[in-house]
């Protein structure tokens, strides 16, 4: 079995910060990590290679230094990786990002899943997923609670709020987890040494074959306008004192005072 996992190095969201003037993350100084729902996407993929055999390669989009995504993959467990890096990338939005990741499914080539987190931490879109399986015309399933593989085919449990639903999907086929999927394991400092000798590939537009107006800014229909934090608004405390009866009421009276019953 061949599995392709997409990951994604993102800034550190206790450490974020906007730039007031811009309304832009502020990236400078600010810890980067591999994107939380990126790790339960390894995990799905590895625990399907343990229990039918095969390969999984980790694949990430960005400029060099995303790499420190992919070695996280790579002390996981994944076998190889691929960077994806060319600054005609540079500024791409989810459609442009996906085209690019499509492009390198087909040129890694004879995949059977592809596996995905649900959104990143940093863009919260949940649309690279998708996009990806509509430019390889692969059939998709997101929000997969619990993926198991038989016989050429996917069960997918999918989360849908308080529903669950039950989703067979012939492969190959690309799905989205969430978070409650699985417990990404910890990568062993044995596993960290391994990593270092296993195969990594970095890839240009040139050599992924991409049309680059269909890349970067000029691939993107869509922006970011504005970034910014809701404003910060004071309100008085009113502490209620006496009897569970006393203070019902002068909570009843406090909120008719505002008009808010």
Known sequence: MKIIVFVKQVPDTDDVKLDPKTGNLCREGVK??????????????????????????AVTMGPPQAEEALKKALAMGCDEAYLLSDRAFGGADTLATSYVLSKAAEKIGGFDLLIFGRHAVDGDTAQTGPATAAFLDIPQ????????????????????????????????????VCGSINKPRYATPINIMRALKKPRTTWNAADLGCD????????????????????????????????PSDMAKALVEALRDRHLI
Not at 45 to 50: C, G, H, K, Q, S
Request: glycine letters at 8%.
């Open 32 to 57: 980067s990590m591999l994107n939380p729902l990126d790790a339960n996407a390894v995990e799905a993929a590895l625990r399907l290679r343990e229990a039918h055999g095969g390969t999984v390669a």
């Open 141 to 176: 399933v997101t929000l997969v609670s619990a993926l198991e593989v038989e016989d050429g085919w996917a069960r997918c449990e999918r989360e849908l709020g308080s529903v669950r639903q039950t989703v067979r999907v012939k492969l190959p086929a690309a799905v989205t």
């Open 212 to 243: 680059t107006s269909r890349t970067g800014v000029p691939g993107s229909p869509s922006c970011t306008k504005r970034v910014f934090e809701p404003e910060k608004l004071s309100a008085d405390t009113t502490y209620l004192s006496g009897s």
